[in-house]
């Protein structure tokens, strides 16, 4: 394959620039000041950044009706075109658009970026997208979780994209597809093996790395997702740090491109390895190599994985022709301790001397306890940035989530369990649902909606805290189980430790002191979490609390107890 074969376009087509020329840019805020706008979720902004470089070609905007059904159906577009997922714009029932019309796409400050003209209008339905999309409608899937808070409708039409979403960090990485292509044009290689990363490389990943462009005669487009990844995931910044530091120390600079990918990922398993592989053609890659569980979520409701481990690799090199990408398996790695030497386990002799550290094991046990990672495993300038970013377990940020009924006991034992983790030197921040309501979300009634934006901004306050190293509780109903686990989604699994007080509906009414399940019961008041409104127990919590035949403070002791266990407490 030629310089000039690798970057043609894939499908026949051509990248596409929805960009504003310089010169209409002007023209175009001003006309789109006197335009009705919708404030773009950071998931769509990173959708249209994609759709105005080419990342998605030869989509060209979003979706319509006829793509997005086939694409559900088929993983196909209207006209036939390979492409595996919906790529679409959510909007609420009551936003200002109209057919035939023009509206502004605005970023959460407001600030202007695409004008699109609507022509189609059209609903969706959660349970399709997430059955054939999914796989699942579990709602411990992130995205499954996420679908039930999107708008009604979605809307497509045509774009004029006048500026890019802005990023102020790592610049001189934030390459498109055509700037990626010239900067492989200009190296020595024909084939490009691209990589999919959305955490730290360590010597094993490297290893895999160097042999896959060794064996393909290749460069190594390293190309990591800083838009959105797996809730929980390390940060970004963290990351590129770390992958700058072994392409200036350990990669042949004639061999390697280091460009970050702006993808607000699906967690879609197979589905989005075909589309990421789809992606990286169009950044001008042919070779490209698919991990076990590629893009998975982890584990659903019952603790099984959502996908199988190999199920990627297999759907990728089922469509490799017609992607023109050729599937590069992730082979496992480990260290022969006698030979200081990396080799594929499946080539190992039987009784060789092997070590392995898995991605628990490094958080569990390195990160989270202050230990620094062996040489063997991670090169020291890796190993470095990630102890500045990853505090000992104790510091770092833990949300405990009390959920059941009203009346079983969640702001007492809530209240007990702040006494000990202060008394253990955690400070804590307390977000109970009644205070909350009179401050945070004030003005908010008892509908479905409503109690979910109460639960909602809960979560989010939460995860802030989270994020900055604190340790928080939130005692509220939250009734519904799609909301909680759009929560756990942004605190991010490994911290985050939903509690179930399990108390029995009779129970709950023999202590309503304020007299609120009578008046439900008498239908004085509606839409009563257990009475006329369901509870959505949850299916898989950290904790479930019985405080039937066990008291608030023995509660409260288990709770500590577990989070002790995991190292949120020191002992």
């Known amino acids: 394959m030629t310089h000039t074969d690798k970057l043609i376009p894939p499908y026949g087509g051509s990248l596409i620039s929805l960009l504003a020329a310089a010169d209409e840019r002007d023209a175009l805020r001003a006309h789109a000041a006197t335009l009705p706008s919708i404030q773009l979720s950071a998931r769509a902004l990173c959708d249209l950044e994609l759709l105005a470089t080419g ?108 500026h890019l979403p802005v990023h102020h960090d790592f610049k001189a990485l934030r390459l498109t597809p055509t700037e990626v292509r010239e900067r492989l044009a200009e190296l020595p290689h024909s084939n490009v093996v691209a990589f999919q990363t959305r955490n730290p490389l360590h010597r094993a990943h490297e290893e895999l790395t160097k042999r896959a462009i060794e064996g393909a005669d290749a460069t190594l487009l390293l190309h990591p997702v800083v838009g959105m990844t797996k809730p929980g995931d390390v940060d970004h910044y963290t990351r590129v740090r770390a992958y700058k530091a072994l392409v200036d120390r350990y990669y042949d600079r004639d061999r390697v491109v280091l460009s970050l990918l702006p993808l607000a990922m699906r967690l879609a398993g197979p589905r ?10 169009n950044y001008g890659a042919n070779h490209f190599i698919v991990g076990r569980d590629h893009a998975g979520p982890g584990n659903d409701s019952f603790g099984r994985p959502f ?8 759907l990728v090199a089922r469509y490799a022709d017609e992607i023109g990408v050729r599937m590069l398996p992730f082979s496992e790695m480990v260290y022969l301790a006698d030979e200081d030497r990396y080799e594929e386990a499946s080539r190992v002799i039987a ?47 833990i949300c405990v989530w009390f959920t059941g009924l009203s009346g079983a006991g969640k702001s007492t034992t809530a209240e007990i369990l702040t ?56 005692a509220a109903i939250s009734p ?92």
């Not at 092997?354 to 991670?378: M, N």
């Not at 006494?419 to 921040?429: C, D, K």
């Not at 004030?442 to 989010?460: Q, V």
């Open 419 to 474: 006494a000990l983790l202060m008394e253990h030197g955690r400070q804590v921040t307390v977000l109970d649902g009644d205070v909350v309501r009179t401050n945070l979300s004030k003005g908010l009634g008892f509908s479905k909606e409503d109690r979910d934006a109460n639960i909602l901004r809960i979560g989010f306050v939460a995860a802030e805290i989270v994020r900055h190293g604190g340790a928080v509780i939130c």
């Open 55 to 162: 990342a998605f070609s030869p989509l060209d905007r979003f979706m319509g009706r006829a793509d997005y059904e086939r694409v559900l159906a088929e993983m196909r577009l209207a006209d036939g075109t390979l492409f595996p997922m919906p790529i679409t714009l959510p909007i609420s029932a009551d936003a200002p658009v109209a057919l035939d019309a023009e509206i502004a796409l605005r970023d959460a400050k407001n600030d202007l970026l695409a004008i699109m003209t609507v022509e189609e209008i059209y609903g969706w339905s959660r349970e399709d997208m997430a059955a054939q999309v999914f796989g699942t409608q579990d709602a411990r899937h992130p995205l499954v979780a996420e679908l039930h808070h999107w708008g009604e409708r979605f809307i497509s039409g045509p774009l004029r994209v006048i």
């Open 480 to 571: 519904y189980r799609a909301t909680r686990d759009a929560v756990r989604a942004m605190v991010g699994g490994d911290q985050f430790c939903e509690v179930f007080v399990d108390t029995p509906l009779d129970v709950c009414e023999a202590r309503d002191s304020k007299g609120m399940y009578a008046k439900a019961r008498r239908g004085e008041i509606t839409g009563f979490t257990g009475i006329d409104d369901p509870y959505e127990a949850p299916l898989a919590p950290e904790l479930t609390l019985d405080t039937v035949a066990e008291d608030a403070e023995d509660n409260a002791s288990r709770i500590l107890g577990w989070l002790l266990d995991r190292g949120f407490v020191r002992g």
């Open 307 to 314: 996908y199988g481990a190999y199920d990627a690799q297999e």
């Open 351 to 397: 009784g060789a001397r092997t070590a392995a550290i898995s991605g628990t094991q490094v958080r569990e046990d390195y990160l989270h306890k202050g230990r620094p990672l062996p040489g063997w495993f991670t090169r020291p300038e890796v190993a470095d940035v990630l102890a500045e970013s990853y505090p000992p377990r104790h510091k770092q940020g």
């Open 272 to 281: 989005e390895a075909v589309w990421h592989a789809i992606i990286r053609r």
